[in-house]
């Protein structure tokens, strides 16, 4: 036995508790999980089906822990781990499988097909054959933690910057973006990108908010290489950050897997060293716009837009109501798609295979029955609160001619707030550039 198999083994032995032994064992192969997965709906065979997915994984466990398995393979179709049936795993694990767990809510037994692609991503990246692009991601996230000062001062010269197209933007020559303020009640978490600065900042000074600006954005490649110790480092940076500043909450930029990873496993991982809340940003929209924090015009937004809901906020999180509470606040013609909510298709953006252009082709031909969805809707913006998804439906806009205009929440509730001037890249659908408007305060 070579060591990558050596350590994949292992891997996989180091996993196997109560859940993953149970779906390892428990599928009926009935094939209902076939019409949940949008790899099947857009190419139907059998490869895409999640339960034949799943029995690869089944296979190699069989071989490990079923001693007639081991006896005589053929029987069981049981398979000994070797390179090329790792790599057969390893490519069905990061670019067939998003993790969108829809198989899994629609499976009769329950059986979390998800759970056994994340086994085979951590043993894919303890053997060294995940893609490298994930795994340098999640180091340079680690690197960054250990010492922010190699960065911080550019990063508070890109703030400062910001702050003057804030006030222009605002009107308002207070307005602010706060970084590293003790005691504040908010930590805002953003992505890298100006695009999930400015327009939160927009927001919270309108709601007077106290709040301020972490210097780690939230994204985390550990979670989508199933690598629990590199997850850890990287959700540290901003644990570490939360209590060091003595804040009450930490509010989630709009990304699907950070929520997820920050509402549901870090608490589990820092137990004891985690007491604050945990927020999206969906979340805190909804509360500013129901406790008229901020002022936004219903009438505002006056063409037909449709949300699409990420899997990792929507099925995975709860954060049904609130989307839509925000858009029918400031949109005068929502249209939802069909199914949606926690039936929702998931785009095929998940699972970080945005960020891996080998499977680029794959991803964009596992989106169109998300494409249909948007098509069917006639709605001509579309509304996803992940940045995955987001990246996802401009590609499906591109290569399907959707002729749609993507766009974040907060981005189209700043359009709604009637302030002075847009947010950059927005001069085209700001409505009222000229007007002479009172900003909300």
Known sequence: MTETIELALKTLEAQLNQPLETALEACARCGICAEACHYYRAEPKVEHIPAYRAEQLRNVYRYEHDFISRLFPVWTRAKKLDETTLANLTEIAFSQCTLCRRCTVNCPLGVDTPLMM????????AAGTAPEILIMLADAAIEKGKDPSFYKEMFLEQIADMEKQLRDITGDENATIPVEKQGAKILYVPLAGAHTILPPAVVFNAAQEDWTLSI?????????LADVNRAKQVAKRIVDEANRLGVEEIVISECGHAYACYR????????????????SLIEVLAGYISDGK??????????????HDSCNLARNGGLLEEPR???????????????????????????????????????IAAGKPKADQIKSTGARTVVAACENCRLQIGDLNEHYNLNIHVTALTDLVVQAMRLPKPLPGMEAEHLFEGEQVEVPR
Do not use: H
Not at 296 to 303: C, L, N, S
């Open 325 to 363: 509470y925000v858009l029918k606040s400031i949109v005068r013609d929502f249209r939802e798609m069909t199914p949606n909510k926690a039936e929702a298709l998931c785009c095929g953006g998940g699972g970080g295979i945005v960020a891996l252009a080998e499977y680029a082709e794959r991803r």
């Open 264 to 279: 549901w496993d870090v608490p589990n991982w820092f137990a004891g060293q985690f007491d604050f809340k945990v927020r």
């Open 216 to 224: 780690f954005e939230a994204s985390n490649y550990g979670v989508f």
């Open 118 to 125: 994340r086994a085979i991503r951590a043993m894919a990246t």
């Open 294 to 307: 901020i002022k936004v015009d219903p009438t505002a937004i006056p063409g037909s837009v449709t949300y």
